[in-house]
């Protein structure tokens, strides 16, 4: 596996976990989770330390998360769905 596909498998696996609460992306070198409650960020140099930054952040204050698949794709695409 290169380094992308892991980078690539380690930022899936965050947003599967942990896409309903947080924005995870990866710029400059440093992994980013940005919640979507309140727009606090965390960063951090590899996707471990960025799990446990998320852990120790929702810990303290849990974020709301999506009752359903279609409220988290909605949020994640920032659109309405339409019922």
Do not use: F, K
């Not at 380094?3 to 896409?19: H, P, Q, R, T, V």
């Not at 799990?51 to 794709?73: F, G, S, V």
């Amino acid at each position: 596996m290169s380094a992308y596909e892991g980078d690539a498998a380690a930022i899936g696996s965050l947003i599967w976990n942990w896409g309903e609460a947080y924005v995870i992306s990866y710029a400059n070198g440093l992994y980013h989770a940005e919640r979507r409650d309140n727009g606090a960020q965390v960063h951090a140099p590899d996707p471990g330390q960025l799990h446990r930054e998320m852990q120790a952040d929702y810990a303290a204050r849990p974020a709301p998360r999506a009752t359903c698949l279609a409220d988290a794709i909605a949020r994640a695409l920032a659109i309405t769905p339409v019922l």
